[in-house]
């Protein structure tokens, strides 16, 4: 089945400055891509996601890209602000069978520092 | 209550109880699907279910059993539960198919004493 690492576990920043994280994936055939936040104590949200079929998308401070060839998508935040310090998951969707079956990465505990 | 929604938020339960965990869904959504997050693991999706029908059992143990009577309400009841299935346990929701948004709700803080 598909298995996705995701790198690094944590991050520090400064505010101001550009995140990145980091995910694989062993499905070759997976096609949906999608990143969630989560705050302490809150339930995990969409922020972004990419499809196969797109290599790069972008929304305000944030920006997605994907490698089909290497099998891997990363998640850039740009002028972090405290704000953006959460937990951040990175997923694939399994396409098998008619179901939705997104495995997730570990996550990345991002802290931005004022 | 707009969105996904779970009760109880908290539950503190013996390896000998029966329990039930629900959510209920106020999107239109046509699938629902069973996570557990635990301090150390990534989201582990256990249950999947589209239209009603379970679509994904993510080899999850038979302490473990769910049920949807329809597209807005899922159950999870629990039985003879160990103290490692101590966790959040989140419901989410989405349009149904592949590539949709997840709704996830705020979970249940379960511990098993």
């Known amino acids: 089945g598909e298995n996705v690492e995701q790198h690094p576990s944590t991050l520090s920043v400064q505010e101001g400055d550009s995140a990145v994280i980091k995910c694989t994936y062993s499905d070759s055939a997976s096609n949906y891509f999608p990143w969630y936040k989560q705050e302490l104590g809150k339930r995990p949200q969409l922020i972004i996601d990419i499809r196969s079929n797109v290599g790069e998308k972008k929304d305000q401070r944030i920006a997605v890209t994907l490698n089909k060839t290497a099998k891997h998508f990363s998640l850039h935040i740009t002028e972090t602000q405290p704000e953006d310090s959460a937990v951040y998951f990175c997923a694939a969707s399994n396409p098998q069978g008619g179901s939705e079956k997104l495995v997730f990465g570990k996550g990345t505990k991002l802290t931005v520092n004022p | 209550e707009t969105g996904v929604t779970q009760t109880p938020r908290h539950l503190v339960m013996g390896m000998t109880n029966k329990k039930s965990l629900k959510c209920e869904q106020h999107l239109g959504h046509n699938a629902m699907y069973w996570y557990k997050q635990s301090a150390k693991k990534p989201l582990e999706l256990m249950f999947v279910?589209?239209?009603?029908?379970?679509?994904e059992n993510n080899s999850v143990p038979s302490r473990f059993s769910p049920e949807c009577p329809n597209s807005s309400h899922l159950f999870l009841h629990l039985h003879t539960l160990q103290p490692e299935d101590s966790a959040l346990y989140l419901c989410?929701?989405?349009?149904?198919?592949?590539?949709?948004?997840?709704?996830f709700g705020p979970g249940t803080r379960l511990t098993v004493t």
């Open positions: 279910y589209n239209f009603k029908e379970q679509t």
């Open positions: 989410a929701s989405s349009q149904g198919g592949r590539g949709h948004e997840q709704y």
